[in-house]
């Protein structure tokens, strides 16, 4: 058997090395085929089969996340927390996570880290334990700001302290303060999200002193804690919703103004957060369906030169059926040339997908927080490459090989064209068929994609990002107390003023377009709660004086905000177009009034109407927007806004050179143009409009090409009648 198989493999080789454009064409094709699935095969399995490296407690994990009238997957407060904790009984234990931008350093100039607060058992839950050192005690779970402990991953460690042997029991400085180095994480450990690595992880209870407040520890109103769980062994993901769900009433009766109509759920844990896996995979979903119409195009372009080139052999065929070949001997021969073809094809595929996979890997996404993409394929991804080359070699390579024998034995052995087999023209017209009619599917998907990119292109954003630069700071990271970050966003904003290399500079809270939203409940004067709080919705931006003409956004109305708009004169806000319209439909709002949060005699009076603009996703309606002048409430955390002329590594030297001028130590941030930083909100359709057209095109090309190998080969065997 091993001998037999041997020969018609060798005899493949032989015979396809004879004809190396039949061989090229093919193996080409199924390059693209095979490597298009294999590459988002492991894109999903990375994102929604497979939990990240190194968590040995990922089957028993789930995700908690809290609901509001049904709906929705969020963070819980943290007294809410403990109630859960304690209570919910299918739930071995229960641990929190706060994600944040801190600054790390060993005692001079800081940088920018991502760092996880968590609870003290956070590790335990994920059943990782420390490569070096320890992770967070119990008793680190009690007291606030008594624990100036950190836990290190690997990588920061490596790349960031030059994995320095001594570093356990060392002193690194976070967001200033001394914290001591207790433990480092293992190199096969990455985080629990796939998305985001984070460099260090600090406890919850040191909360406080690094965002300077505690009062969200004490209020059921204050959401900002993800969950995870640890099933009791032998416990499901319904018995947990079960008990978590009848925690939450009683949370809903003994504590209304917080907690009525909000629910509890429990999902299995993912490498993505719960709130996203639904979305991400519906994306993913119809990318699967895509490529596999590429490879049905592909492999039916592949069988229809397969049968094509099977009819130009049929007088060899005959021969050897009448000196007594076996007719399985036949189809076992034509059937190792195919899968020969279909092997060499897989190979190019596995090759085109790693090559792929990394230039994913390496791509720098235009997030507002790191993403660290790690799409490299593994041994189930090879395998999986192998297994569909296989199989699709089998049934696509056996059709043609069986319908190869389907002729007039006698008229071939004549060299007459004889029967040709209506069969194998059905065959090859319904080859023909599918791939020009899945190209037609794949060519008017990626029409209805780019026709909604273009939709949403020209959307008017209300502000102009095109020669904005942006830089994050948080002042309270880097010690200032609030008197002396007021009054070094003063200085920052008089230095970069004077530069000649600045048009326009401004501080914000917030950025649009940026995914990210500042909500809250206000009540204009003289207007008609139609909620049940009388209040009306709106998101709301903290800007410096100069933000409106930075961003190029139009005023319509009355005025922005100015020099004596400051702490100890008249409250005062601008509003957008959206928000006079709905307050005060037909009238004026210059000099109106605004009661903030629903405070009592917390007034602010309108002075100015703008242009709305796009805040958190540019496919969102118009929504109701507030500024108030950042002089009249101080916030630490905010973005540094240029408008410059120059290019990117001029204004990026600029601003460094400028901080570190005003403050040595302080910690540095990216800088980034806003017109990509405000890209992320588009990327969905982008990703989805690029695939869609490539693989569209992509279709209709290999179709062609099929089209073109049949016909030829068709052409090639009645050269004898053309001639005649």
């Known amino acids: 058997m091993l001998d037999s198989i041997r020969q018609d493999l060798r005899l493949a080789v032989r015979s396809l090395s004879r004809r190396p454009l039949f061989l090229l064409i093919p193996v080409l094709s199924l390059s693209i085929g095979i490597g298009a699935n294999t590459a988002i095969f492991s894109a999903v399995k990375k994102l929604l089969l497979a939990a990240p490296p190194g968590i040995p407690n990922a089957e028993r994990m789930v995700e908690l996340g809290r609901g509001n009238r049904g709906g929705g997957f969020d963070s819980f407060s943290y007294p809410d927390f403990l109630d859960l904790r304690e209570e919910a009984e299918p739930l071995a234990e229960l641990a929190g996570y706060e994600m944040q931008m801190l600054t790390a350093s060993q005692g001079e100039a800081g940088e920018r880290v991502f760092a996880m607060l968590v609870s003290a058992n956070f590790f335990d839950v994920l059943g ?12 680190e779970d009690e007291g606030l700001d008594e624990h100036p402990v950190v836990v290190l991953n690997h990588r920061f460690w490596v790349e960031n302290l030059g994995a320095d042997p001594d570093i356990v029991g060392s002193t690194l400085y976070v967001s200033r303060k001394p914290y001591t180095v207790v433990g480092i994480l293992p190199e096969a450990f990455v985080g629990h999200m796939v998305l985001g690595s984070p460099d260090l992880y600090v406890p919850i209870v040191q909360h406080p002193s690094l965002n300077e407040g505690q ?11 993800q969950v995870l769980g640890l099933l ?3 416990a499901t993901v319904e018995e947990a919703q079960a008990a978590v769900s009848t925690v939450f009433s009683r949370l809903a009766q003994e504590y209304p103004e917080t907690n ?32 596999g119409l590429i490879l049905l195009v592909t492999c039916a372009n592949v069988a229809g030169m397969f049968l094509a080139r099977a009819s130009g052999r049929r007088r060899e065929i005959a021969i050897r059926l009448s000196v007594g070949s076996g007719r399985w001997h036949l189809i076992r021969h034509l059937l190792t040339e195919s899968l020969v073809i279909f092997a060499l094809g897989g190979i190019g595929g596995l090759l085109l997908a790693n090559w792929s996979l990394g230039l994913l890997t390496a791509w720098d996404l235009p997030a507002p927080f790191p993403v ?49 087999g209506s069969g194998g023209n059905k065959l090859r017209r319904a080859f023909v068929g599918a791939q020009v009619g899945a190209s037609l599917v794949l060519l008017v998907s990626a029409g209805l994609f780019l026709r909604a990119l273009q939709h949403a292109g020209q959307i008017e954003t209300g502000f102009e990002a095109r020669g904005a630069f942006i830089s994050f700071l948080e002042l309270a990271q880097e010690g200032y107390t609030p008197q002396e970050g007021r009054v070094f966003q003063e200085e920052m904003v008089e230095y970069f003023s004077a530069q000649p290399w600045v048009e326009e500079v401004a501080l914000a809270m917030d950025l649009p377009l940026d995914l990210s939203s500042h909500g809250t409940g ?4 003289g207007w008609e709660g139609r909620s049940e709080e009388e209040s009306m919705g709106t998101d709301f931006n903290s800007v410096s004086e100069a933000y409106f003409q930075t961003l190029r956004i139009p005023v319509l109305e009355g005025r922005v905000f100015e020099s004596s708009d400051r702490e100890g004169a008249q409250d005062v806000a601008v509003v957008s177009r959206t928000f006079a319209e709905r307050a005060w439909p037909g009238e004026s709002p210059l000099g109106r009034r605004v009661l903030w949060h629903g405070r009592e005699d917390d007034w602010l009076t309108v002075v100015g109407v703008v242009e709305d603009t796009q805040n958190q996703l540019l496919t969102e309606a118009r929504k109701p927007f507030l500024y108030r002048p950042l002089a009249q409430g101080y916030d630490p955390e905010g973005h540094l806004v240029i408008r410059s002329s120059a290019e990117l590594p001029v204004v990026t030297r600029g601003i460094r050179e400028g901080l570190r001028a005003l403050d040595p130590r302080i910690s540095l941030s990216p800088v980034i143009a806003l017109d990509r930083y405000t890209e992320v909100s588009l990327l969905p359709q982008r990703i989805a409009g690029f695939l869609s057209t490539a693989l569209g095109f992509l279709a209709l ?3 062609g090409m099929g089209v073109y190998g049949v016909m030829a080969s068709m052409v090639a065997r009645r050269r004898r009648e053309i001639g005649v």
């Not at 334990?129 to 992770?135: I, L, N, S």
């Not at 206000?522 to 004067?525: D, K, S, T, W």
């Open 128 to 139: 990782v334990r420390a490569a070096q050192g320890r992770v967070f005690l119990p008793e």
């Open 215 to 225: 009062d969200m520890f004490q209020s059921r109103s204050s959401s900002f804690f």
């Open 232 to 234: 009791e062994s032998g």
């Open 260 to 291: 009525e109509h909000r629910t509890a759920g429990v999902r299995a844990y993912g490498s993505l957060p719960a709130a996203i896996q639904g979305p991400v995979g519906v994306f993913f979903g119809v990318l699967v369906a895509v490529v």
């Open 372 to 420: 660290q993409l790690d799409f490299s394929p593994d041994v189930g991804v090879f395998l999986f490459g192998a297994l569909l080359a296989l199989a699709t070699g089998v049934f696509f390579g056996l059709l043609p090989a069986r319908q190869a024998l389907s002729f007039d034995l006698l008229s071939s052995l004549k060299g007459e064209s004889g029967n040709a």
């Open 522 to 525: 206000v009540v204009p004067e």
């Open 701 to 703: 090309l290999l179709s």
